[in-house]
Nanobody, 120 residues
Framework: QVQLVESGGGLVQAGGSLRLSCAAS??????ISWFRQAPGAEREFVVG???????DFADSVKGRFTISRDNDKNTAYLRMNSLKPEDTAVYYCAARRGPMSRSRNGYDYWGRGTQVTVSS
């Protein structure tokens, strides 16, 4: 059965760092991406990575966040540096078989999310 499980969320002060993990099971995916959803906001694309290591970053996190992938473990990682209060959101892992996409309706599989809270 296909599952995506996020971990690593928590509370951190502004300027701090966190690393999120997305463990996939059931099959391999060409693209694994991270989305986030702040209170009262729509879910937005953060970053995605292909099986070959190509990446796509949202402008809001470019230069602060990095993504990596261990295909042997079928796991993707999101390193978040220089965190800001506006990064506070539930972060979701998503996966798809097709090419890179920033559209949330382009993803077939989703994790349940992990809360990231950045205090001032």
């Amino acid at each position: 059965q296909v599952q995506l499980v996020e971990s690593g969320g928590g509370l951190v002060q502004a300027g701090g760092s966190l690393r999120l993990s997305c463990a996939a099971s059931g099959r391999s995916f060409y693209v694994i991406s991270w989305f986030r959803q702040a209170p009262g906001a729509e879910r937005e694309f953060v970053v995605g990575i292909t099986n070959g290591g190509s990446t796509d970053f949202a402008d809001s996190v470019k230069g602060r966040f990095t993504i990596s992938r261990d295909n042997d473990k079928n796991t993707a990682y999101l390193r978040m540096n220089s965190l800001k209060p506006e990064d506070t959101a539930v972060y979701y892992c998503a996966a798809r078989r097709g090419p890179m996409s920033r559209s949330r309706n382009g993803y077939d599989y989703w994790g349940r999310g992990t809360q990231v809270t950045v205090s001032s």
